[in-house]
């Protein structure tokens, strides 16, 4: 992972559910911290059930026109734990791509972009930035974020309610 970028996301920015101004996507899944030893993994469930992933994070300190998504931004050890998932990393990609097409009709440096302009054309996309905006009915994304003891994880809400369907016809 970079450890060298403008704003290094951390562990406790999860846990503690920090707000960022230049936010790009938003997580939910727990930190799953594996031995390097191969003995087994570290599981710990985080709160609260959202966090979010901040432009900065994604811009490297010392390159222009370069910008790191997915398992390689910046992050700590502990926040990769819970954002090195698939989902999140498309996330990534969706608003490093956007970033990347405003800088270019801008004519400016990544990381000098208007940040409103690039949360404003991702929310048009579909992006969700806030958490308070996530879908409230269930079937109304097929990707639900789940709160269950503090587990937060994102789960195909329907394939869940076809299983739970089957088993009470049995």
């Not at 994604?58 to 700590?76: E, M, N, Q, S």
């Not at 954002?83 to 990534?92: G, Y």
């Not at 996530?134 to 269950?148: D, G, M, Q, T």
Request: glycine share 10%; aromatic share 4%.
């Amino acid at each position: 992972h970079m450890e060298d970028a403008e704003y290094l996301l951390t562990g406790e920015d999860l846990a503690t559910g920090k707000q960022f101004e230049d936010v790009i996507s938003l997580g939910g899944y727990h930190v799953d911290i594996h031995a390097p030893n191969n003995d087994g993994h570290n599981t710990e469930y985080v709160g609260p059930p959202t966090f979010q992933i901040p432009y900065r994070s994604l811009v490297p300190k010392h390159i222009d026109g370069l910008l790191v998504v997915g398992r390689a931004f910046g992050a700590t050890h502990e926040a990769q734990a819970a954002t090195r998932v698939i989902p999140l990393s498309m996330a990534q990609g969706q608003g490093g791509g956007q970033a990347a097409a405003l800088a270019c009709s801008s004519g400016c440096e990544l990381r000098d972009l208007d940040i409103k302009e690039l949360q404003r054309r991702l929310v048009e996309q579909g992006q969700v930035l806030d958490h308070r905006n996530l879908p409230k009915h269930p079937r109304a994304s097929i990707f639900k974020v789940a709160n269950i003891d503090g587990h937060v994880s994102l789960h195909n809400h329907e394939a869940s309610q076809m299983e739970e369907d089957t088993k009470n016809k049995q």
